[in-house]
């Protein structure tokens, strides 16, 4: 079955995780999908993108068949950042997982990305009038573990778009 473009968040998603793999961050941490096969945290600063799909909410018609709704998004980027060994407090090394995690925020606050068609996923093309949109977002730092070998802080933004859904009783 045929649906609309923006009705698929899983494009949105591609289209987000393309957009902060090709960001230019402090360290150059790997960045890489939560899902994929073989992928966690490494000795080496990465970044681990995840993405919850929240509910739709009804936004009205585009026209008689059909309907509006605002699709979105929660995006959580995990940061890990190997613990610096033999470092004075006052050196900023110690401090380098916070640089990238307020470049992380800035990047993603009021962000605004145009919606990618992946039908030839070698070479999406633009939907028209559809921008992926971020507000606002946060970050949290994650209490240290002992035994880890990393320290993290995580990164949370909520991403919008209006998604088109044919109303097949129209």
């Known amino acids: 079955m045929a649906i609309h473009a923006t009705a698929r968040s899983q494009w949105a998603q591609a289209r ?9 961050l402090t360290g150059t941490p790997a960045v890489f999908a939560a899902i994929e096969p073989g992928r966690s945290a490494q000795a080496s600063p990465s970044v681990r993108v995840g993405f919850e799909e929240l509910p739709p909410l009804p936004m009205g018609r585009f026209s008689a068949t059909q309907t509006a709704m605002r699709m979105s998004l929660l995006v959580i980027c995990d940061l890990f950042w190997p613990h610096p060994d033999n470092v ?3 050196d900023l090394a110690l401090y380098q997982h916070l640089t990238v995690s307020d470049e992380l925020r800035e990047a993603m606050q009021f962000l605004e990305l ?3 068609d992946y039908t030839a996923p070698a070479a999406p093309v633009a939907v028209a009038g559809t921008i992926i949109r971020i507000q606002r977002a946060q970050t949290q730092r994650i209490p240290v573990d002992k035994q880890a070998d990393h320290l993290r802080v995580r990164t949370k933004a909520v991403a919008e778009w209006i998604g088109r859904f044919d109303d097949h009783f129209a």
């Open 16 to 24: 987000l995780l393309g957009w902060l793999k090709g960001l230019s």
């Open 88 to 90: 004075a407090p006052v």
């Open 114 to 116: 145009s919606f990618l």
